[in-house]
Every structure is written in structure tokens, then in C-alpha cells.
């Protein structure tokens, strides 16, 4: 996510990067948007959902400028470098070889024809993955690197709590669900307390922190090591995330068509928009790993048309998934998790698919949980990291790991209802990183693209949304969405 220019990796087809897109952005946030959408009406929630879209391609197309931006840059300055030692090749190490960062000498030991794959090499080609914290340090200053951290620890917060209260979430719903007289029940109507019992003396709010605990101690060491995901493991969850959203579009239809559909959904109810949005927000987020996405692509001639395409498609998934999940389930019983409402026997009575359903996030969340809190952990050190300075083993193996782990888990210690925590994350850090980042990185790419280039310089990968107003316009939304969500639920405690 984060950091310097680190390896491409092997090359894929345009159509594999879009299929690698869709299947990043689609994911835990698909699975309480349903809920959002019942509780903010269809019509206001169809439209919003439209807007956000668009909004997030749009800021998709200023990464992909401002990263084409940041190659040339890598480019000018190994021109400049190979200037100089021809110049005084006699001197040995010159001064400011020793000032360029590290990425850009490791860029310098790439040899120059691996990078050429047709004819002669557009200075602008997106051939090195500069991943956007290198970008930050680039293109903003002191201040600004600083804030593109804090907004980005802040999401990987928001999203290692949402992960650690999915799974106990999901396994106390089927288990508590399983025994007794709650036996298929999740998903009837049934209102369940945190007092209510589970299995003996033991309520389902005791059994939701056992749970908490013990998905920690399973997971949770493995912040204190180096986790990489594997080939197989993304075919395996990618595999599985298809299977269940297609079941529960499946099932759902099914009911419809048999007029068994119990769903009546408002067309409009205003104080279900801040949860809305920012479901929304959190459902569209990508834009942080874009360099890991883009950068592979063997052909980007057409990307932006490629990225516009992906979202077209995951526009109508969202719509397919939560219209029907509005008709075929009352408001009032759609769960915050989605899939917990097809644990129901009278939804479906093969037992195999509802408890792969009820379970299902508790394989694809663990698997994913791991590798997010090594990424926050790294983002922490890259943060208070001094030039030329290491860490104490105490502090690079103990306290970076802890103060990852133990914020996430707190919180979802306290609170599992998972449509606020999704709601927040993407209202607020997700806002920084979909909006006001992708403005200022492009922003700035251009001003130092023009002092570096000059103003008659074109950079291929320019943004459809070339104008500055855009920029201006996106800039304006963010800051907005900022005060409206705080304004909201400031008034909402009030109210309390």
C-alpha cells in the first residue's frame, strides 16, 4: 500500500487486471450494503450509489495520471544521474547520488531495454510500481506526507476493526443460531438481545467476546511476523467471495419469483444516508492499491476506458445484490452482515449452503486480516522512520505489532455492529483516501510535471477530468462530506 517502488511483478493482460480490480473492490463492504440501502430507501440510495461511483472513477483516473507523473520523474532523475557520472566519472560517489532515495537507486539497477516492449519508450510509461506513499513523498511536502499517513493508518484501523468483529459476529449468529431453540432462525424476524442466552449460562454477548478472543490469539501473532499473500490463496478466496454472492442473488430471485419476496422498501428516508455513504465510500475503495493493480499491466494504452468498464460492472452488482436482497427480505430483518440472512431453513434447506453462507466471511475476513495489520504495522514505521536510523528490537517487534493490534480489537471488544463501523471508516478515512488525496497528489503531480518538462509537455495517462475544476469540485465534495457526516451525527446524539 504504502511506501517506496517495490517490485512489478509478472505481467498481465488488460483483462486480468480488470478481473484483479473487480474482485479487490468488491468485498466485506458488498455484504452490509443491503442493509444500507434499506435503511436509506432505494431511490436515494440508487443514486447516491451512482454518484460515489463515478466519483471514485474519477479520482481512479488522477492515481493513474500522478503515478504515470512519478515514473517520468524516476526517469528524469536517472537521466540526470547518468549525466553525472559521465561528467566526473573519474570522482567516484558524488554528493547526490548519496542524496537519491533508495527506490530511486534500485530503480537504477533495472536495466534500461527490460522496460522497453515496443518501439521506443514513452518517458510517461507506467513501468515502475511507485506505490503511493512514495508518491506522497514526491509530490507533497513535510506536512502532507504526514497527513497521507495518518489517513491511511486511520482506514487500515477502521478496516482490521470491521475484519475483527465480522468473523465472532458471523460464528456467534450460526453457532448461538444452531442450538437449542434457536435452531435456523437467524434471518426470521427473530430480534436477538446481547443478554439473551446462547448455549446454557452463557449469553450471546460472552459468546461473541470468546469468539473475539479467540480469532485474536489465532490471528493476532501474526502481526509480529512477515505474512505474504500467495497465488493460490487469492484464487482460493476469490473462488469462494463468487460462489457466495452468486448463491445469495440466486436464492433471493428464487424467492421473488415464487412470491415469497416480504421486502417493501421505502423510496426515500434521509437518516439512513450517513450509513449510506459511507458503505458506499468503503465499497469503492481501490484507489490505495492501484500501483499494485496498474502497474502489471502489460498494455495500458486504454486503462482508463479498462478502470471505467470495471466500474460499470460492479455498479450493477451492487444494484442486482442489494435490490434484491430489499425485496426478498423485510427491512427489519436484513442483518448487517448479509449473508447471515440465508442461514434461515426456510430460505434454503440444504445445510452445507447455510452454513457456508453464515460462515463465509469468517474464511475470507481471516485470510485477509493477517495481511492488512502487517501493512498497518509497516505504515507505522515508515512513519516515524528517521534517515539512516534503525529501531531498538524491542520496539521494531514489540511495540509496532502491539499498537496494531490492540486499537482494532478494543474496539471491536466494544461495539460489533458492523454497519456503523463500515459507515465511519469510509465516511472519514475512506473520504481522505478516495477524494482529497487522489486532488492533491494530481494537483501537485502536474505543477512539478510542468517545472520539470515544461507546460508543453503531455503526459499519455492524463485524466478524462483534465480541467482544474474537477479537481476544485472534488476537493470541495470531500471537505463537505466531512462537515455533513460530523454535523449528523453530532445531531443524531442530541437527539439521544
Keep these: 500500500m ?31 450494503m443491503p442493509k444500507a440501502f434499506a435503511t436509506a430507501g432505494w431511490l436515494v440510495s440508487l443514486v447516491l450509489l451512482m454518484f460515489l461511483g463515478f466519483m471514485s472513477y474519477m479520482t481512479t483516473t488522477f492515481v493513474v495520471e500522478a503515478m504515470a507523473a512519478a515514473n517520468a520523474q524516476l526517469r528524469w532523475k536517472r537521466m540526470e544521474k547518468c549525466k553525472e557520472d559521465d561528467e566526473d566519472s573519474s570522482s567516484g560517489v558524488s554528493d547526490s547520488d548519496v542524496l537519491l532515495q533508495d527506490g530511486y537507486e534500485r530503480a537504477e539497477t533495472r536495466p534500461i531495454l527490460s522496460v522497453q516492449r515496443h518501439g521506443s519508450l514513452n518517458i510517461f510509461e507506467i513501468t515502475e510500481r511507485v506505490e503511493m506513499g512514495q508518491m ?23 478496516d482490521l476493526a470491521i475484519y475483527a468483529a465480522a468473523v465472532p459476529v458471523s460464528l456467534m449468529q450460526v453457532t448461538c443460531s444452531a442450538t437449542g431453540n434457536h435452531s435456523c432462525s437467524v434471518g426470521d424476524g427473530t430480534k436477538y438481545n446481547d443478554t439473551d442466552k446462547c448455549w446454557g449460562p452463557i449469553r ?39 460462489i457466495a454472492f452468486i448463491l445469495m442473488i440466486i436464492l433471493a430471485l428464487i424467492r421473488i419469483s415464487r412470491g415469497q419476496a416480504e421486502g417493501h422498501p421505502s423510496m426515500a428516508q434521509l437518516s439512513g444516508i450517513r450509513n449510506l455513504f459511507g458503505v458506499c465510500v468503503y465499497s469503492f475503495m481501490c484507489q490505495h492499491s492501484l ?46 452482515m448479509y449473508t447471515l440472512n440465508f442461514t434461515n431453513c426456510e430460505i434454503i434447506n440444504v445445510a452445507f449452503i447455510r452454513y457456508f453462507l453464515g460462515l ?18 509497516n505504515n507505522w514505521k515508515t512513519l516515524f522512520h528517521r534517515e539512516g536510523g534503525t529501531y531498538p528490537w524491542v520496539v521494531d517487534r514489540i511495540v509496532f505489532p502491539a499498537i496494531t493490534l490492540i486499537p482494532p480489537v478494543l474496539v471491536a471488544f466494544c461495539t460489533h455492529d458492523l454497519e456503523a463501523l463500515v459507515g465511519i471508516t469510509g465516511a472519514y478515512a ?52 466531512f462537515v455533513f457526516v460530523t454535523a449528523n451525527i453530532v445531531l443524531s446524539e442530541s437527539k439521544l
Excluded at 142 to 158: D, P, Q, W
Excluded at 209 to 233: D, H, M
Excluded at 319 to 328: D, G, K, R, V
Design 2 to 32: 504504502a511506501g517506496g517502488i517495490t517490485d512489478t511483478g509478472e505481467l498481465y493482460s488488460p483483462y486480468v487486471g480488470l478481473v484483479y480490480m473487480f474482485n479487490l473492490i468488491v468485498g466485506t463492504g458488498a455484504l452490509t
Design 136 to 158: 506522497a513523498s514526491m509530490f507533497f511536502n513535510k506536512v502532507g506526507v504526514n497527513l497521507f499517513y495518518f489517513c491511511i493508518i486511520i482506514y487500515l484501523y477502521g
Design 204 to 242: 450471546r454477548i460472552d459468546a461473541y467476546r470468546l469468539y473475539l478472543a479467540a480469532f485474536t490469539l489465532l490471528l493476532g501473532p501474526f502481526t509480529f511476523f512477515n505474512v505474504q499473500k500467495t497465488k493460490y490463496l487469492q484464487i482460493m478466496t476469490s473462488l469462494m467471495r463468487w
Design 291 to 336: 500501483p499494485s493493480l496498474i502497474t502489471p499491466i502489460s498494455k495500458k494504452k486504454h486503462v482508463n476506458k479498462l478502470v471505467l468498464l470495471d466500474y460499470i460492472l460492479i455498479l450493477a452488482f451492487y444494484s442486482l445484490l442489494s435490490f434484491t436482497a430489499i425485496y426478498c427480505f423485510r427491512n427489519d430483518t436484513l442483518m448487517d
Design 360 to 377: 463465509f466471511p469468517v474464511f475470507t475476513i481471516s485470510t485477509n486480516f493477517p495481511i492488512i495489520a502487517v501493512t498497518l504495522r
Design 430 to 481: 475512506g473520504n481522505g483516501i478516495q477524494y482529497l488525496i487522489p486532488a492533491f497528489l494530481v494537483y501537485c503531480s502536474r505543477k512539478d510535471t510542468q517545472l520539470v518538462f515544461g507546460s508543453g509537455t503531455v503526459n499519455k495517462h492524463l485524466s478524462p477530468f483534465r480541467h482544474t475544476f474537477w479537481i476544485v469540485f472534488v476537493l470541495i465534495w470531500g471537505f463537505s462530506c
